[in-house]
């Protein structure tokens, strides 16, 4: 049998790093990065231990958070979901809508703020719903089919708000993203509920077991009876059902309504933040609570870079940067 030489080893297996390592990395290596940047900050950057910082980092870490877990749900069945932006905005746009009808029952305090609420998730949980039909029913990519309402989903928020601001002043709404319960942000509270909630249902429950088997291999999955295209679409539509909950919790941060702003670019920082929390992006693994982490290291580098006056552009390069090295570590696991 012919013998190689270290020369002819490909390039890239050289690189493999030891197996301790890589799984040290995958682990706990954003806990790591999350601690690390914990500590820089805390001497590096003025004010940063303070309440104020604490709230406003919670504050605007918490629907990146709420997104990316519906992402972590939909990426471990193998699958991709571009279409969570276009949905929160379209659950942003339908809010003031709603509260500020002069119709009964819409014009009751009451009624109207719990419409308002309820009734936007509902419909992003629909559109959701549409992206897992496209994907079950017509066997369409899940690339393309969530691109759909990821181009005509803002199209639709903007016709419904006429392209305009819809500022408004709300107290009983506004709650969701100015609110505090117990001294901490409810926003803040929420995301952490949702978390707790959805790293049960992955890590205890029949459906969790489900999806990680759809995301490792759906055929398999199938021969074993697992009923895949209902996993996928329950998936698509808790996915859309958080967008559209996060889409609010920014409107009631900003006090207005912006089709053309709300949720801009958020796929692509929850899909990071996926990454990052160490969920494998081929499927078949989801870490809601290493989520939770890439969510919250994607947010400290945003302040760190602000706060030493580094433009968004560079904190945006940066971002993928770290996406990348997330996936190295992966491919390095698997190797």
Do not use: C
Not at 122 to 148: D, E, S, Y
């Amino acid at each position: 049998m012919a013998k190689f030489s270290e020369a002819t080893i490909p390039f890239f297996r050289r690189l493999v790093l030891p197996a301790r390592m890589r799984d040290f990395g995958q682990t706990y290596g954003g806990l790591l990065g999350l601690v690390l940047l914990i500590l820089y900050n805390m001497l590096f950057t003025p004010h940063f231990v303070s309440w104020r910082t604490l709230s406003t980092n919670l504050t605007q870490v918490a629907p990146t958070a709420i997104v990316a877990t519906g992402m972590t749900l939909v990426i471990a069945t193998g699958g991709i979901d571009l279409s969570v932006g276009s949905l929160m905005a379209i659950a942003g746009a339908l809010a003031p809508i709603i509260f500020l009808s002069s119709f009964p029952p819409f014009n009751n305090p009451i009624i109207g703020n719990a419409l308002a609420v309820l009734l936007p998730v509902l419909v992003a949980g629909l559109f959701g719903v549409f992206n897992g039909f496209l994907i079950t029913r017509f066997r369409i990519q899940p690339i393309i089919a969530t691109l759909v309402l990821f181009i005509a989903g803002r199209g639709i928020a903007q016709v419904l708000t006429n392209g305009n601001l819809q500022p408004f002043h709300n107290p009983g709404f506004q709650f969701l993203g100015q609110g505090y319960l117990l001294g901490l942000p409810f926003q803040a509270i929420l995301m952490v509920a949702i978390v707790i909630i959805f790293a049960l249902i992955v890590r205890a429950t029949t459906f969790g077991r489900y999806i990680l088997a759809t995301g490792g291999n759906e055929a398999a999955a199938r021969l074993a009876g697992i009923p895949v295209n209902r996993v996928k679409l329950a998936v698509y539509m808790i996915s859309g059902l958080l967008a559209g909950l996060a889409g609010l919790i920014v409107i009631a941060i900003d006090s207005a309504s912006d089709a053309n702003v709300v949720g801009l670019n958020s796929e692509l920082d929850a899909i990071a933040a996926v990454a990052v929390g160490g969920t494998a992006l081929t499927g078949g693994q989801a870490t809601v609570t290493g989520t939770l982490i890439g969510a919250l290291i994607i947010q400290l580098i945003r302040t760190t870079l602000l706060a030493n006056n580094v433009p968004f552009a560079v904190a945006q390069m940066i971002n993928a940067a770290i996406i990348l090295l997330a996936v190295y570590l992966q491919r390095q696991r698997k190797a």
